[in-house]
């Protein structure tokens, strides 16, 4: 690989790294502010516990949306290239995101402020349903032979990366004013600096390069007319495996990063700026590790990254609520912080397996559409089912229990990645059999 060949992966993998962390900045936003926040603006009218259900309800309807957004995206990054769609989608979710720090309250227009609210979230929804795919595509066919899985974990990153800005900025923002000025305006203050951010995200990604297998493929062939129906209708059973294996990553994540937020607070009687800071924490561990799981995937393989992070996840699914449920300060701190890690294992390098499932002309909507899936199905409902759980049951042991038989699955669909698979090496296929008819 030449030297300018490797600057434009470099230019490539920090403008994705740097864009996908605005992205999940914008995202995660509304999960903190869900959890904190939203039930006394937009539902001052029901009581605690079904105002948080009431939020995070909103919250799910994002993750319903982010499939929508990568069949779209998805569509148009295998149609017209990868780069021109990322730029939309980030547009997409930062006007979405600061849109929401401009809405009226409940006081000021009743009803229709959930609604609002309800269609921004949308907005987000879509717009992150074609970043985080089209970016690790992008990345990784940018990325040097057998380096896929480390170049493939950059927009990886951009997940705790924007979780870290978000909580940081939330906790910056509440401890300067104080909480009555904070629930009462304060809050709109991160929303709103998603402007500024997606401007620098905008510049860095009106800088880089189509991808090359991408180029090639056009220059061989026409882009295939309808990538989803091929997906579907070629593809399925890799959509399935990719479901299963990073249900268990994403339930556990949206537990770690949102629902703990409020269920700290009044289960455990934990202080909501101290939980904010164990996320934060975690957060961090979470970002600096990713590099070296990514790293083992490229030198031991996918598979075997994946079996043992499986494993581990596990274990954390059964053992976060009963630590949490003690409410001994430093136990929880030294937990959250060693969960990022844990989350990390399986999460640094689930792009790059997900993407080594789809031939690059149907690449975009593969990966974009069956990451969005998992999705939905592990961290947009989950934090919904464990405030409902624990509404009904009135204990943490239903979500324990809900949480372990999720990590069993990805577990199980960890065991049967082929040993033999193609990203084992990193070493993708650049050349798709003829889809196109």
């Known amino acids: 690989m030449s030297t300018d060949t490797r600057q434009a992966a470099r230019r ?17 936003l509304y999960g903190t502010a869900a959890a904190l926040v939203f039930n006394k603006q937009f539902f001052p009218a029901m ?16 993750f319903l949306a982010r499939p929508l957004g990568g069949i779209v995206f998805g569509h148009f990054g295998d149609r017209i290239g990868r780069r021109n769609t990322l730029v939309v989608s980030l547009l997409i979710m930062g006007i979405g995101t ?23 979230r949308i907005a987000q929804g879509i717009g992150l349903g074609g970043e985080l795919g089209g970016a690790v595509v992008l990345t990784m066919e940018h990325a040097p032979k057998g380096r896929r899985a480390l ?53 860095l990604r009106l800088r880089i390069e189509e991808s090359p297998d991408y180029e090639n493929l056009v220059e061989r062939r026409r882009p295939v007319k309808l990538p989803i129906a091929v997906v579907l ?19 556990l994540a949206y537990v770690f990063m949102v629902y ?46 994946f079996v043992w992070g499986s494993v581990v996840l596990l274990a954390g699914a059964v053992a976060i609520f009963p630590v949490v449920d003690t409410g001994d300060p430093v136990l929880v701190a030294v937990f959250m912080v060693v969960m990022g890690a844990v989350l990390s294992m399986t999460h640094a390098p ?75 090496l990193g070493d993708l296929p650049s050349t798709p059999v003829d889809i196109a008819k």
């Open 151 to 203: 170049f493939g974990a950059f927009p990886m990153m951009g997940t705790p990366a924007g979780m870290l800005c978000a909580n940081l900025v939330f906790l910056g923002t509440s401890s300067l004013l104080g909480e009555e000025s904070f629930m009462s305006w304060g809050w709109r203050v991160p929303f709103l600096l998603s402007i500024v951010l997606v401007a620098v995200g905008l510049y």
């Open 260 to 305: 703990i937020l409020s269920y700290g607070a009044v289960a455990a009687g934990l202080s909501r700026t101290f939980l904010l800071t164990c996320v934060i924490g975690g957060a961090a561990m979470w970002l600096i590790t990713a590099p070296l799981w990514a790293h083992l995937g490229d030198r031991l393989g996918l598979r075997a990254v």
């Open 12 to 28: 490539v993998s920090w403008a994705a790294f740097i864009g996908t962390t605005i992205e999940w900045y914008d995202f995660f």
């Open 98 to 120: 600061t849109l929401i720090g401009l809405l009226p309250s409940h006081s000021s227009i009743g009803v229709w402020a959930a609604v609002l609210l309800i269609v921004m």
């Open 47 to 62: 009581d605690p516990v079904a105002g948080s259900i009431a939020a995070f309800g909103t919250m799910a309807v994002g």
């Open 350 to 424: 689930q792009g790059t397996l997900t993407a080594s499932f789809f031939p690059v002309a149907i690449r975009y909507s593969g990966t974009s559409v069956a990451y969005q899936l998992a999705a939905m199905l592990g961290g947009g409902i989950t934090p919904l089912v464990a405030a409902a759980l624990y509404a009904a049951t009135g204990t943490s042991l239903s979500i324990t229990g809900y949480l372990t038989a999720v990590a069993v699955i990805s577990l199980v669909a960890a065991l049967v990645i082929p040993r033999n698979d193609a990203e084992r």
């Open 233 to 251: 209708r070629d593809h399925w059973r890799q959509v399935l495996h990719t479901i299963t294996v990073i249900i268990a990553n994403s339930a």
